[in-house]
């Protein structure tokens, strides 16, 4: 079946980075844009950007720009998102979501992952 | 930057309707996707493109939009519609904005 499944929770220090996995399956990886969705907790959705896995164009929201790197590998079937300079309001679960570009609905969203700062 | 206003919280009791709303500047002229999301769980795809439904949502849920307000209207409520829903649509900078979200309680 159509999945994306992500890498698993991670606590880091205000100021270091992370990088969050989100593995494709059961469809052409290549074929849909990923977003990246964040929500803090009791708050609702942020979406932070998208990324073409087949040509690796990359589109940020504001808010993120200069703080974000989105990447994939194609061999592999994984969307990576990158969020550096981590300050206690990043604490969130980070969901990952396929879409056939930016005027499609998010179809299929990863399980989420959990990331919290604190030093 | 683009804003959605949704109402906090809509009440309503098992086998009514509930209608959400989505109010932005001209939303008529954009696509709207709305999602349902229960606690501890990913958003799931209700409704995209104003008024169609993924395969597997209940007809129950149905969708329109225009002018400067979008609906999502669940018909015949049961107890598991129970959810956050947001609305989301594209905007002209090139970013998807999200609405300020919609908690849906069935009495």
């Known amino acids: 079946q159509v999945q994306l499944v992500q890498s698993g929770a991670e606590v880091k220090k205000p100021g270091a980075s992370v990088k969050v996995s989100c593995k494709a399956s059961?469809?052409?990886?290549?074929?849909?844009?990923i977003n990246w969705v964040r929500q803090a907790t009791g708050q609702g959705l942020e979406w932070m950007g998208w990324?073409?896995?087949?040509?690796?164009?990359?589109g940020y929201a504001q808010k993120f720009q200069g703080r974000v790197t989105m990447t994939r590998n194609t061999s592999i079937s994984t969307a990576y998102m990158e969020l550096s300079s981590l300050r206690s309001e990043d604490t969130a679960v980070y969901y990952c979501a396929r879409a056939q570009g930016g005027l499609y609905g998010m179809d299929v969203w990863g399980q989420g992952t959990t990331v919290t700062v604190s030093s | 930057s683009y804003v959605l206003t949704q109402p906090p919280s809509v009440s309503v009791a098992p086998g009514k309707t509930a209608r959400i709303t989505c109010g932005g500047n001209n939303i008529g002229s954009k696509s709207v996707h709305w999602y349902q999301q229960k606690p501890g769980q990913a958003p799931v795809l209700v409704i995209y493109?104003?008024?169609d439904r993924p395969s597997g949502i209940p007809e129950r849920f149905s969708g329109s939009n225009s002018g400067n307000t979008a609906t999502l209207t669940i018909s015949r409520v049961e107890a598991g519609d129970e959810a956050d829903y947001y609305c989301?649509?594209?905007?002209?900078?090139?970013?998807?904005?999200f609405g300020t979200g919609t908690k849906v309680t069935v009495l």
């Open positions: 493109y104003d008024s």
């Open positions: 990324m073409n896995p087949n040509s690796g164009n990359t």
């Open positions: 989301q649509v594209w905007d002209s900078s090139s970013e998807r904005v």
């Open positions: 059961g469809y052409t990886f290549t074929s849909y844009d």
